[in-house]
């Protein structure tokens, strides 16, 4: 063998490894993305759960407990709304491991806690640290992964969801049993600090993307003095206000945003409604009471599988064929059964038909959730971290604005399902109508941003 085959030989092999090891790499880094939101998922799953047990110990009614909730929401959607532009400065690693221990510090209060001000303090430390790493995972992937494959793995990272509801949340409910609910918490809180040593270990530094209008002004100033014109304005444009204004001046960002609202407000208004469902009387096929907690427990087991199957799949479809056809079939699935089960409900008040409800609405839920977290980071390409972070703070307003308006005040005052499903329906009505004029095909948003670069 000549000496030039031995060198060709040589830079072969070292290629080969070059692109395992960062083949290797860049699954190292979804699989710690996707625990950053299976923890964020499984702790707050647990909390709910443990919410009859936290009562007992800490001495206050449920109706008080579930303050903490709310406490939490607030806190995530205000800080969402800070946090955006400060990862775009600083980078999208540091935001996350920060959040990651904040979140952490949290629980562990929250597992010590006596009183109910500590809970309503932890759960505000809580919103705080889910603000910060929740919105800074997203926004990484969005920029760690190649577009070709980017709803598959938004999709994995966010199906971490419903594998901590399948996995983590019985077993720490197992674990509760046996010992306590603090030692379930006690376990969320080894999790949270062993995540945010992943975080500082393998996760690779990516800063958010410069404005590139700016950039691209930079590097055509000739001499010194236009230079530093265009670093100072290029700083000014890192600033919060400037950030801010840039993703809410862009409509397809606002929209996007209105969106999320309405879609997670009718879709979590109708789950929390129908799981009621579930526990009251009725005499269909010889059913004359509700399920227990372990059955109703196994029913949302298997709408977290129908819903980590769609998601999972659909993904990856999303990648072949578009992530807009993806989004608005299964948002229009999704309208469908949670006005069609409600109303079938009304009229049998039959638990098969409940437990049907819950699984359908998980599995056409689950079809958009990859694509349209997806769809999320590429409606603002200049300004992705704080388009994210507004979206969750949308996100948490939603879950307030579908516990308070259906869950609560229709149920209450009419004690009927199918005029709850009929306003979840509005909600989708305006959603699916909002996609068709906002979501746009995947290259749409990079060919608008360069045409206004260009100009």
Known sequence: MTELEISSENENTFAKEKNWKSFLKMYLVLGVLFLIMFTLRSAVTSLQMFVPYISITIGEPVEIIVIMFLVYSTTAAIFSLIVGPIMERIGYKIVMYAGMFIFAVAIMLLALATKFWIL???????????????????????????????????????????????????????????????WGLGIMTILSFLVFILILLIVPRIKGKRIESIDNNEKKAEDEEAK??????????????????????????????????????????????LSTWLVQKNFWNGFDAGLTKTQIGLVFLGGGVAALTSNTIFSYVADKIG???????????????????????????????????????NLFGGITMGSYNAFITQVAPQSKGTAVAINNAFGQISLLMANALIATFVWNLSKNFAYCGLVALGFYIITVTLMFIFVKPDDFFEQLNSAKNSS
């Not at 206000?241 to 997670?264: E, S």
């Not at 309208?335 to 437990?355: D, K, Q, W």
Request: hydrophobic letters at 55%; proline letters at 3%.
């Open 120 to 182: 309503a303090f932890g759960q505000a430390i809580a919103g705080i640290g889910g603000a910060c790493f929740g919105p800074a995972a997203i926004a990484y992937a969005g920029d760690y992964f190649p577009k070709i494959k980017l709803s598959t793995a938004i999709g994995l990272i966010m199906s971490s969801f419903y594998v901590a509801t399948i996995v983590a949340v019985p077993l720490i409910a197992l674990v509760a049993e046996r010992l306590s609910w603090q």
């Open 228 to 273: 530093s014109e265009v670093i100072q304005n290029n700083d000014e444009a890192h600033s919060y206000f400037t950030r801010m204004k840039l993703v809410l001046q862009n409509k397809y960002a606002l929209g996007a945003f209105f969106i999320t609202l309405f879609q997670r407000g009718g879709l979590f208004g109708m789950v929390t409604l």
């Open 323 to 361: 992530k807009r056809k993806i989004i608005i079939s299964g948002t229009i699935l999704t309208g469908i059964s949670i006005f069609l089960f409600p109303l079938l409900g009304e009229i049998t008040r039959n638990i098969p038909l409940a437990i049907s409800g819950i699984i359908i609405v």
